[in-house]
């Protein structure tokens, strides 16, 4: 028998409540893996901690006065970019994502990005934000 619980349709009308809703009702169960190139799970993130990781971000977001605005999130592939991407839901944000600049050839490319969006918000990691 499945260990899953159905969401109820009524208490959920869009993913960031799908998400408080699990944080909720099964704030242990897995909610994201992310795995090496094996197939193997090199981090892992609980409803529960996404949850509070997305609020944190979502609530510095809403100090930044980016509800409705274009938030540009240069994050490589991982755990960290599901919490930002949530944490701009949780905002009323628009995720613009994009992978961090390798070298200043691809500085352009994100100038570009910031420019189309006009996203005058930036969420990176540390590792990402010594490469730009």
Excluded at 39 to 46: F, L, Y
Excluded at 95 to 110: E, F, G, N
């Amino acid at each position: 028998m499945s260990t899953y619980q159905i969401v109820p349709r009524a208490e959920t009308s869009n993913l960031a409540d799908v998400l408080r809703w699990r944080a909720q009702h099964q704030p242990e169960r897995l909610a994201y893996a992310f795995l090496h190139r094996g197939g193997m799970a090199e981090s892992q993130m609980t409803y529960e901690t996404l949850d509070r990781q997305a609020r944190t971000i979502g609530a510095v977001l809403q100090r930044k006065g980016a509800a409705g605005k274009p938030v540009l999130l240069l994050h490589p592939p991982g755990l960290e970019y599901v919490s930002a991407f949530f944490g701009c839901l949780y905002a009323g944000a628009i995720a613009v994502p994009a992978y961090p600049p390798h070298s200043t050839r691809t500085l352009p490319r994100i100038q570009a990005i910031m420019d189309d969006s006009q996203a005058e918000i930036v969420l990176t990691t540390a590792e990402a934000r010594l490469s730009i």
